[in-house]
């Protein structure tokens, strides 16, 4: 396999608007903060971000660490498939597909991050998917939001129209043996719900060691989960999508990892 390594540019793309240039800004921002929070793997995963007002989308060049990706140098993808940045390199094929696929069918969901943190692939395994052990479980949405289906390594037919019904009103998609697919409405509550996605599941594992240990383990009841979720989402102080996270987020990257913006 040969995969082309192009040079890194610091240029605005030519014919770029500002929207695009924010959004540009706002998915290099996804890629650099999994870097700060350890939640990369090497340069698999892939995100990408709808190009506000176009049918097309924002995504890396296959084969860049996620520490590379800046916003003048991702590529934007037509839903044509059309590559409007040759000369940032090439997508990988499944953000494309898999992007394209869930922009055009659903349009609140304007950002996807694929991940497959140690903790997520973890959980993939297990028959009951992700459980109510934690905080972060209820910080996601809890198990009505997250659908599930089986790996498969070529984007066929057959797996692209079952993981569209896997993930209809989902806000996420826990691929077995592999990781997840994560959704929302912007950047922010995209990453938010990532962060707490991988957070649920490592401290799923920790907890099922140590009932493996001899603990006796307390799992969120039904009806407390239930409860929680309603007070949550009525809250009028905090609105959990991520949206404050996200500010906070951006405000380090400026300090640590500043050269996400160019």
Same mark, same amino acid.
């Given at each position: ?53 176009? =049918? ?32 940032? !390199?090439?997508?990988?094929? *499944?953000?494309?597909?898999? +992007?394209?696929?869930? @922009? ?7 950002? %996807?991050?694929?991940? &497959? ?6 959980? *993939? ?8 052990? *934690? ?5 996601? +949405? ?18 692209? *129209? ?12 826990? $691929?077995?043996?592999? +990781?997840?697919?994560? @959704? +929302? ?5 995209? @990453?938010?719900? #990532? ?6 599941? #490592? ?9 493996? !240990? !001899?603990?006796? %383990? ?12 309603? =007070?949550?989402?009525?809250? =009028?102080?905090? !609105? ?7 500010? #906070?987020?951006?405000?380090?990257? =400026?300090? $640590?990892?500043? &050269?996400?913006?160019?």
């Amino acid at each position: 396999m040969n995969i082309m390594t192009p040079t890194p540019t610091a240029k605005r793309p030519a014919n770029c608007t500002d929207k695009e240039w924010d959004a540009r800004q706002e998915l290099a921002a996804i890629y650099n903060a999994l870097v700060k929070y350890r939640l990369t793997d090497l340069t698999n995963q892939w995100h990408a971000l709808r190009v506000p007002g176009e =049918d097309a989308l924002l995504t890396h060049h296959y084969g860049w660490m996620h520490e590379e990706v800046t916003a003048s140098n991702l590529i934007k993808v037509g839903f044509d498939r059309k590559n409007h940045n040759p000369e940032n !390199g090439e997508p990988n094929p *499944s953000a494309t597909e898999i +992007g394209k696929l869930f @922009f055009e069918a659903e349009p609140d969901k304007n950002c %996807i991050m694929h991940i &497959h943190t140690k903790a997520i692939m973890g959980v *993939s395994a297990q028959a009951d998917g992700v459980g109510p052990y *934690s905080q972060a479980y209820l910080m996601i +949405g809890g198990g009505d939001v997250i659908g599930y289906t089986d790996y498969e390594f070529e984007c066929t037919d057959d797996f692209l *129209s079952g993981l569209l019904e896997a993930g209809r009103g989902k806000k996420a998609i826990v $691929e077995a043996w592999h +990781g997840a697919f994560v @959704f +929302g409405r912007d950047a922010g509550e995209t @990453f938010f719900r #990532a962060f707490y996605l991988d957070q649920a599941c #490592a401290v799923q594992l920790q907890v099922q060691q140590a009932a493996a !240990g !001899g603990a006796a %383990i307390r799992t969120i009841p039904e009806g407390e989960q239930r409860r929680h979720l309603t =007070d949550m989402a009525a809250s =009028d102080w905090y !609105g959990y999508e991520g949206e404050q996270e996200w500010r #906070a987020v951006r405000r380090r990257l =400026d300090v $640590e990892m500043s &050269h996400y913006r160019t």
